[in-house]
C-alpha cells in the first residue's frame, strides 16, 4: 500500500501519539520520534533514536494502525518511518538497503520493494532505481 506524500506532511506536522503501558505506567509516544516499528515474537518495539518501547500487538495489526501516519512496511517484521529515510541503495539480490538518520540500514525485501516508491513526492532521474 503506497502512502501518499500529503499523508506523510500530515504525519510529520501532527503530534499523533501512542499510549504504552511500561512498568505500571502509561507512556505517550510521539509518532513523529519513532524511527520504526520491528516485530519481536507476540510484541512490537517502536524504536526510537535513543530507546524503545514494546507493546504487545502483531507487526500487521500496527502496519494497518500507522499505514496513514507515514510508516511504510519494508519487511515482514520492520515498518519504517518516512520522514527518517535518508537514502535507498539496490542490492544485487534485488533487495534494496534503506539507511535511516542516525545511520541505521534495513534491509527492504522484494516483496515490499513496491513501497519505497511511496518515499519521494518526486524522483529526478529516469526512475530505473525500481524496475518493474
Same mark, same amino acid.
Not at 47 to 71: C, D, K, N, P, W
Not at 99 to 121: F, P
Given at each position: 500500500?503506497?502512502?501518499?506524500?500529503?499523508?506523510?506532511?500530515?504525519?510529520? &506536522?501532527? =503530534?499523533?501519539? $501512542?499510549?504504552?503501558?511500561?512498568?505500571?505506567?502509561? +507512556?505517550?509516544?510521539?509518532?513523529?520520534?519513532? $524511527?520504526?516499528?520491528?516485530?519481536?515474537?507476540?510484541?512490537?518495539?517502536?524504536?526510537?533514536?535513543? &530507546? =524503545?518501547?514494546?507493546?504487545?500487538? &502483531?507487526?500487521?495489526?500496527?502496519?494497518?494502525?500507522?499505514? #496513514?501516519?507515514?510508516?511504510?512496511?519494508?519487511?515482514?517484521?520492520? +515498518? $519504517?518511518?518516512?520522514?527518517?529515510?535518508?537514502?535507498?541503495?539496490?542490492?544485487?539480490?534485488?533487495?534494496?538497503?534503506?539507511?535511516?538518520? /542516525? /545511520?541505521?540500514?534495513?534491509?527492504? #525485501?522484494?516483496?515490499?520493494?513496491?513501497?519505497?516508491? =511511496?518515499?519521494?513526492?518526486?524522483?529526478?532521474?529516469? *526512475?530505473? +532505481?525500481?524496475? *518493474?
Amino acid at each position: 500500500m503506497e502512502t501518499s506524500p500529503w499523508l506523510q506532511a500530515l504525519a510529520k &506536522s501532527q =503530534s499523533l501519539r $501512542v499510549a504504552i503501558k511500561v512498568r505500571g505506567k502509561i +507512556l505517550f509516544i510521539n509518532l513523529g520520534d519513532v $524511527v520504526s516499528v520491528r516485530a519481536e515474537g507476540n510484541y512490537v518495539s517502536f524504536q526510537r533514536i535513543s &530507546s =524503545s518501547y514494546l507493546l504487545r500487538e &502483531s507487526i500487521s495489526a500496527v502496519a494497518r494502525m500507522l499505514e #496513514t501516519h507515514g510508516f511504510i512496511r519494508i519487511h515482514r517484521s520492520v +515498518l $519504517v518511518n518516512t520522514s527518517f529515510v535518508e537514502e535507498i541503495r539496490p542490492l544485487s539480490s534485488g533487495e534494496y538497503c534503506l539507511r535511516v538518520e /542516525g /545511520g541505521k540500514e534495513y534491509r527492504v #525485501t522484494r516483496t515490499y520493494k513496491q513501497h519505497l516508491k =511511496s518515499l519521494a513526492q518526486f524522483w529526478i532521474g529516469t *526512475g530505473a +532505481l525500481f524496475p *518493474g
